[in-house]
């Protein structure tokens, strides 16, 4: 039968986890992701598992990197600035192949900017902001309901492919409450574990973690591995969302708590006889060609909306490929696109084209 709970985001993120069978979180507090580490702190001990606040976001990710190293399930979450400070880390967990997962709720930038709402950190997560040729695969929810379904997903997905997976959300997902409704029971692949250093009593050769290889022959190939390795992923973990695409003059393309604004101005526009769609990329690495390909010869444009000075509009250009105009709105700073603000871009697009 399931529970059905109304619960915030933040604390959703964290149940998702434990019921995923994570067994270790490390963290350090910050805007606006804070209840994570404050929900594992209560639950995690009581689910026979380990929650330590570390000294700083470098020691917490390093924690994760010695976690992962032993085949554990394992979480971090911070917000903007905490995961500017992982980066390095980050790329070294990419770069010793392991399974991970991190959470970002973003908040404004640059710097410390504010504790207010923003996307504008999708060039960090999908572009790899830490050093050298990797990637994460990074989920978007847009509601907590798939805050749950995402979390507990990204916990497979690292561990089938030995990747590390982000949940990149924002503060409007982290902080707001909506029912969800929980399996008894879930669907856990922990995947091939005998690569992990977690002792062999003498019974197997010894398993190394490593991401360093002075040979620059044998570290291309390594790297050589990592593409065919996200090739892969391209092929085979692409999620989107088509909303009343069918007819649609111009088509919103949009990601996370934006999509849900999205949908409102799709039926506001309605209302005034303007037709209009929706992309929405679940997946942000590997982003969503496939769906784009469906609606491609549908509008007469696109229009992606984001809380950034345009980041995803960049990956929705080169999908699009010049095929069809591409424009952008967006706000910045913690500001959230209104319907009204949305609504004038869609009218001046249509305008342009009519």
Known sequence: M?????????EVIAEAAIRAGCRYYFGYPITPQTEIAHYMAKKMPAAGGVFLQAESEVAAINMVYGAASAGKRVLTSSSSPGISLKQEGISYIAGA????VIVNIMRGGPGLGGIQPSQSDYFQATKGGGHGDYHMVVLAPA?????????VEAFNISDKYRVMTMIL????LGQMMEVVNFRDEEKIDNGDKSWAACGHENKREHN???????????LEQWNVGFQSKYKLIAEEEQRYELYNCEDAEIILVAYGSVA???KGVINEAAEQGIKLGLVRPITLFPFPEEGFEKVMNIPKAFLTVEMSAGQMVEDVRLTVNGRKPVYFTGRMGGMIPTVNNIMAKVKEIKEKHS
């Open 2 to 10: 399931g529970q059905k709970l109304l619960m915030k985001g933040n």
């Open 143 to 151: 509601s907590v309901q798939e805050l749950y379904e995402l979390t």
């Open 97 to 100: 192949q392991l399974p991970a």
């Open 169 to 172: 959300g924002d503060g409007v």
């Open 208 to 218: 190394t973690i490593t991401s360093i290889h002075l040979d620059p022959a044998v």
């Open 260 to 262: 849900r604004i999205c």
